[in-house]
Structure formats: C-alpha cells, structure tokens
C-alpha cells in the first residue's frame, strides 16, 4: 500500500460555487470523498490537501518526498506562475499527474503555459472532476508497473 497526495491549489476551495459553468457543481469535498474511496478500492492510502498559499503546496511536496509515491496535482492558477512548486517537484522521485478541471487550451492564453507540465508524467485537462480519477488510477498503474520491474 502507497501513499499519494493529492495537491489543490488556490481557489479549489471553492469548486462548485465559483464558476460553475467552467468548473461544475462538485465541491472539493466531493472530490476528495470520490478520490478516498477509489484509493481504498486500490489499496492505496491518500492524504488530500487544498491551499491558497504557495509555499504550503511546496511544503507538501516537500513532505511527499520522505512519504509518498505519488503526487496528483492541480496547482490550479499556480500551474501557470510558480517555478518555486516545479523546483519543488523536480526534487520528488515519484510519480506526478497534473490535472486541470476545465480545457485549459480552450481558455484564455496565459493559462496556455504550465510550469508543472515540465516535470509531470502525465497531464490531464478538461474531464472535469473525473480527472482526478483518472490520474489516480495513472498514478497506481504506474507503481505497480515499476514494482514487476
């Protein structure tokens, strides 16, 4: 059984309430209720976090270091400013997924470029929720892959 973490960036704390025609009507709990549950039904054990502030996801790569082996990440407005949370990923050995909750690429053209798309294994857009998931599933195919050899 591996840890992942599951990393939120700023304003996912209000998922479902703000623009709800881009992001849905699911809440961050939800999300988080969802991935628990398909993590369970894998095995795996996760811990969930969600921040407004920058060096609290860079602490929690950080933490991920010493005890996870996987990061799914939607550093949210972050993906398109932060080098310090890309350094910070580039420092973890594990796997990273990268979500998006809208079609980033259909968006406005600043949010065309992501920092954390440099180091991810994977990058999932415009699947709404479901994203989350779908990288989990990602993250634990990718373990077990690594574990056979």
């Not at 999300?31 to 054990?45: N, T």
């Not at 407004?52 to 602490?59: A, P, S």
């Amino acid at each position: 059984m591996s840890l992942i973490f599951v990393l939120n960036g700023p304003n996912l704390n209000l998922l479902g309430k703000r623009q709800p025609e881009i992001y849905g009507r699911e809440t961050l709990a939800d999300v988080e209720r969802d991935c628990r549950e398909l993590a369970g039904e894998l095995g795996h054990e996760i811990r969930f976090h969600q921040s407004n502030r920058e060096y609290e996801i860079i602490d929690w790569v950080h933490e991920a270091r010493e005890t996870a082996a996987g990061i799914v990440i939607n550093p949210a407005a972050f993906t398109h400013t932060s080098v310090a949370i890309l350094d910070a990923l580039n420092a973890f050995e594990g796997v990273v997924v990268e979500v998006h909750i809208s079609n980033v690429h259909k968006r406005e053209s600043f949010r065309h470029h992501s920092f954390v798309s440099l180091r991810a294994d994977g990058v999932i857009a415009g699947l709404g929720t479901e994203g989350y998931r779908l990288a989990l599933r990602h993250v634990v195919s990718r373990l077990a892959a690594k574990a056979t050899g």
